[in-house]
């Protein structure tokens, strides 16, 4: 256990943004060509609670309801955040606590209760609406995974290698799961994916399994990275990359291993790609979007796999992991930009900059979009909401090109293929109208 704890730390210091320990080079940011950008940013509010000094936000995550955020940082602030803008900042926070433990996962919303996870082995609820505490839970080792709640229970890691069920009412443990760690392994452990009645869980050995939820007992096992090499590093193989369960199929991303489409039934193959890749991705009804270890991008169909585009512009640029917004794919850098690609051919077509009064350009940890909104979380521990809106030039276009279909942040397809059919119908109008007048008979 040493061993494994001590190897992690020292390969976590190396990577770090660095990329690795070969070089002691200071790190540049790679040029990227200059665009006309479809986006804007426009500052709603910020928030600064305490800088993340080792930036570990692998297990932090937004949530939310109707009318708050929720955050957490591993300074040990848990806050509530109003969505609407405040006229002062102090009145942007609903309520924080702050615990003596770093926070290095959650917060997860679970109706009226909010779950955290600590770096001493502690899953803690409080109350969403107040922030009081309602229960603790001790366990074995750091709380790394964001829990899930489902069949009345919470699913959640800790960094030794144990899956515990608990109570969602109590916090009462039901039932733990150990599986044997390897010697060097990434920093971070995904939450599960709970459907119909199964667990799925990727493990630092590169393998996935399913477990029964009502008992924890083992369903199937697959692996979809395989260690090779002679030393530890050479050998490290892992499953950082959150699970995605999407019209019935199972798709998984393993650091030194492949990204595959699982038959969650039994676990066998759809289809296997040979991609190595730690950061999370994203899925539609149409395609799967992934970023590799080395900050290329790929869209690949969700049925057979196969290639729709790669993209390499990124590459070296950190990126973090992947999200949704609107129709359109976001990806965030270490140099603070956030960036909109096209869906269908992968292309880039908008661009901005995070920036705050605390300082320009500092990387985004996570990011999470509603609608026209987005929040961030950076690295000084500043939570800021921004309103994405049309640029200056794309209102321009529009303007000068009334038959454009371009989407705006938050409009579905659908509503612009009604907005087409709209403006056709006003055209085929005026056209029989001024058609009538000139030609009376």
Known sequence: MNKHFTLLAAFTTCLGLLGGCSSTKPIVEPYMAPMESDYSLHKNWQVKLESMPNRDSEGL??????????????TGHLVSLKKSNTSRWMDQIDWQVKLDSPIVSGPTKDGDDLLVGTSKGQLISFSAKTGDYLWQTQLSS???SRAVVADLKIFTRTVDGKLYALNAKDGKVEWVVEHQMPNLSLRGSPEVVY???????????GSVQALSAKSGALLWENRIAVPSGRTDLERMVDIQSKLVMKDNRLFVLGFHGKFASINPENGNFYFVKDISGYRDFVVDDRAVYIVDEDDILYGFDLTNGVNLWKQNAFKNRLVGDLSLFADDILVVDGWGYLHWLN??????IARAKHSNEYGDGNRILRVYSEGKNAYLLDDEGVITSYDVTPSNLKLFKEQYNPQSTELEPGTTGSDADNSTKNANEESDSWWNFKLSNLWPF
């Open 195 to 205: 459907d119909d009645g199964k667990i799925f869980i990727g493990w630092e050995s």
């Open 142 to 144: 750091e709380v790394m």
């Open 343 to 348: 869906k269908i051919q992968g292309i880039e």
């Open 61 to 74: 995550f937004f949530a939310e309801d109707e009318s708050r955020v929720y955050v957490a940082t591993e």
